[in-house]
């Protein structure tokens, strides 16, 4: 079974707020990251996942550069098509999260990566996920599925 890494993590403070990149950062159980105002208890969507891939793709296709951060997604990973984990687990360095379902990209998109930013993510958007153990991450950590 294919291994992913972490390429960048980011949160977001408040509602159309910046997106801020760390280097590492605390995932709490069944909540996500205490930074970030999309994370809560036993919500479906304490943490988003997005493929690096799919946010180089969307810039070739645009024609221009995604800037880090511009998915609004948290944890950018390479290496594994996130889709095909829907509905089984993952681990992240020692955080397991469990793969919830796809994470359509919305409106803001277009604000964020351009004209045309929400089509060429479509089904290509990254996924969401719940906390069932939490921990530290880092930039560079393996992403591992879970059988």
């Known amino acids: 079974m294919a291994t992913g890494e972490i390429v960048s993590i980011h949160f977001v403070r408040s509602d159309g707020g910046p997106a801020q990149k760390v280097e590492a950062i605390e995932i709490v159980d069944n ?82 990566l351009g004209p045309g930013g929400r089509d060429v993510l479509r089904w290509k958007a990254g996924v969401c996920c719940s906390v069932k153990s939490g921990g530290r991450v880092k930039v560079g950590d393996a992403v591992q599925p879970m059988g």
């Open 31 to 112: 909540f996500g990251f205490k930074e970030d105002y999309r994370s809560g208890p036993d919500k479906k969507r304490q943490i988003t996942l997005v493929e690096d891939e799919a946010l180089q793709e969307a810039a070739r296709l645009l024609g221009r550069p995604v800037r880090e951060g511009a998915s609004r997604r948290q944890i950018v990973v390479r290496g594994l098509d996130l889709n095909s984990l829907i509905g089984s687990q993952v681990r992240l360095g020692s955080v397991t999260l469990a793969v919830e379902k796809y994470c359509a990209p919305c409106h803001r998109m277009e604000e964020e």
